[in-house]
């Protein structure tokens, strides 16, 4: 039901271009893909049994993977989405571009040179200098990440 209900509402923002609307849309979003996600982890649960031949119960593995896959996929589309209106919102009240991208990194665990401009990284990114540039790991990760 909340699905149906997000689906008709996204479909009617095409039309309206709220981001008010959107922002509802993606909160809700967030909460109805963390629901489906934990009823269909007790969905898969609620099937197994220990009569099932390996061939049915390969196709309920792969059912039940594929559900999860789709909502997890679901929750971290809608999550990025959520994400890029804040900080384009942010943006748009004049806050600097610096603290953005730093938010943004932190978000994300990327690294961010000293100019600001992203490069890649990670979840384990520590240097503090590479191929000249100053870098700043932005993840927490012990006593030798700064912020």
Not at 5 to 19: E, K, M, P, T
């Amino acid at each position: 039901m909340g699905l149906i209900g997000v689906i008709i509402a996204s479909l009617v923002n095409l039309f309206l271009r709220s981001s008010g609307l959107d922002w509802i849309i993606s909160i809700i979003g967030v909460g109805v893909f963390a629901g489906l996600t934990a009823y269909d982890t007790q969905r898969i649960k609620g099937m197994y049994d220990l009569n099932d031949d390996s061939t049915s119960a390969g196709r309920k593995a792969v059912t039940g993977a594929l559900s999860l896959y789709l909502n997890f996929i679901n929750l971290f589309m809608i999550l990025l989405r959520l994400a890029g209106a804040v900080a384009s919102a942010a943006f748009k009240s004049g806050l600097d571009r610096g603290l953005i991208v730093r938010i943004s990194s932190w978000l994300f665990c990327t690294a961010v040179r000293a100019d600001g401009r992203h490069r890649g990284g990670g979840f384990h990114e520590r240097t503090a200098q590479h191929a000249g540039n100053q870098r700043r790991p932005i993840c927490i990760h012990g006593p030798s990440a700064v912020a």
